[in-house]
């Protein structure tokens, strides 16, 4: 594992730092906020999305731009390879073209040398970080904007103490798990008890292996028969099986909770605020600062294919329609995604999830979560009662309900976290450009995830305290 003090040391040198990014996921969000922010960026991708970048150039800055093939003329250069990209040139944005995503670890001497830090995303996690994150936890030797070696967890199927296992460890509700065995042959699965609840088995899907598949039931013998039916029909690999996860299905809305902390902010005096939480709740002067440096900034939901065409046909259909003998499997491939908000007296249930998970990270990875992660949830509304771990939750956060009949059973909207992004959440895209409402009304300006990723290595860089932010 490459150590955070290695990486501290190389961004003490930084004078000008350079933004890098993967091109893919969220790449346009953070060139354009590093863009907005007046520092260079270098976005590294494929000759087959390169296009992406070319079409879409990141040029200019706080001005409206009346010449777009002039600025681009003066703004972009195009390398394929990295000793070519000189610091002293004049340009603001380079696209850097390689073979393959993991070129780049061929050239961290380089990245160094044009005092890059690297904004993490899936596709860097993915295509760079190998199996477990490995290639960027042993030879990706950049500062990384955010917590190297946190990106595993998100691996599910990889690491032991994935995102489930912090979910656990910190209280926090998410949907249940129903444990099974797989036959030997593996040829099906059978539930060590019997449920009688939909659910949703969740493996690695056949086709794209860093995506899953989802087959969903009515009950557990339901679940049984229809893995049986998919492996002999060979919609699933049978290996699979034995890294599959078999949950509730959680009728609920979808939204994902895109946070930032800032551990710039976490060394500040945030004034009465500060003080009351100190005071009210019993937090430490440290605790109260990392809960108000943990910064809410935005909401969004997905759209998935082949699913969301699927649900826009009638019921009867639905049923009819075998999709095995199509080309169009049942999938949730994440697709699309758009900006929602959410009910304001949901907000109070939001914010001890994150400050519940950050702090974990804190407790079992030290420093813990840096700058962009996303919680990814399920809200839905339930009847609590006493021996519901659910019901603890909502007691510990204070369900805030005034129209509760006394002695009446408690219903209330529950969020369910089934997912934990731990770098820059791609569903931020949906901001880019335009900004979230929640980070807007903050900062009185236009402020993506990008903008604020892009912020805090500014103020990091006047503060003179860049090590405080990489890893």
């Not at 004034?271 to 909401?299: C, D, H, Q, T, V």
Request: proline content about 6%; aromatic content about 10%; hydrophobic content about 35%.
């Amino acid at each position: 594992m490459i150590q955070r003090e290695e990486m501290q040391e190389v961004v003490r040198r930084y004078k000008d730092p350079v933004v890098l990014i993967l091109g893919s996921h969220s790449a346009l969000d953070a060139a354009a906020g590093a863009r907005n922010y007046h520092l260079r960026r270098i976005i590294y991708t494929t000759t087959e999305r390169a296009n992406i970048y070319l079409q879409n150039p990141i040029v200019g800055y706080e001005e409206p731009i009346k010449d777009l093939p002039s600025l681009v003329n003066k703004d972009i250069i195009v390398r394929n390879d990295p000793k070519d990209i000189k610091k002293t040139a004049p340009w603001d944005q380079c696209i850097l073209v390689f073979d393959h995503y993991k070129d780049i670890l061929k050239y961290t001497d380089v990245m160094r040398d044009l005092e890059c830090i690297q904004v993490p995303n899936r596709a860097f996690s993915v295509y760079v970080g190998s199996e477990a994150c490995k290639e960027i936890e042993d030879n990706f030797d950049v500062p990384i904007i955010g917590t190297r070696s946190l990106l595993k967890i998100e691996n599910r199927e990889e690491v032991r103490e994935n995102y489930y296992w912090y979910l656990e460890q910190a209280g926090i509700p998410h949907p249940e798990e129903f444990l099974f065995d797989v036959n030997s042959g593996q040829t099906g699965i059978r539930f060590k008890a019997t449920v009688e609840r939909p659910m949703v088995l969740k493996v690695p899907h056949k086709s794209r292996r860093l995506e899953r598949g989802f087959i969903f039931a009515a009950n557990s013998s339901d679940m049984e028969e229809k893995v049986e039916d998919y492996v002999n029909a060979d919609i699933i690999n049978p290996i699979d099986l034995t890294v599959g996860r078999a949950e509730e299905y959680v009728p609920g809305v979808t939204a994902n909770f895109n946070f930032f902390y800032s551990p710039i902010y976490a060394k500040q005096d945030w004034g009465e605020p500060e003080r009351y939480l100190m005071n009210a709740k019993g937090l430490s002067r440290e605790r109260a600062r990392m809960w108000l440096s943990n910064e809410f900034m935005s909401i969004d939901e997905r759209r998935e294919a082949t699913h969301d065409g699927v649900i826009r046909m009638g019921a009867e259909l639905q049923q009819k329609v075998k999709w095995e003998k199509t080309p169009y499997p049942r999938t949730f491939e994440v697709t699309a995604h758009l900006p929602i908000s959410l009910r304001e007296s949901l907000i109070r249930k939001i914010h001890p999830i994150a400050d519940s998970f950050l702090e974990k990270t804190m407790e079992v990875d030290p420093p813990g979560l840096i700058g962009a992660y996303c919680i990814q949830t399920l809200i839905t509304f339930k009847e609590l009662h006493s021996n519901d771990p659910d019901f603890k939750w909502v007691q510990k956060v204070g369900h805030g309900l005034y129209d509760v009949p006394e002695g009446g059973v408690l219903s209330d909207h529950v969020p369910k976290v089934q997912d934990v992004a731990t770098r820059h959440g791609g569903g931020t895209n949906t901001h880019m450009g335009i900004g979230a409402q929640y980070s807007n009304a903050k900062y009185l300006c236009r402020m993506s995830m990008g903008d604020r990723i892009a912020l805090e290595i500014v103020n990091a860089r006047e503060r003179q305290v860049l090590p405080e932010i990489v890893t």
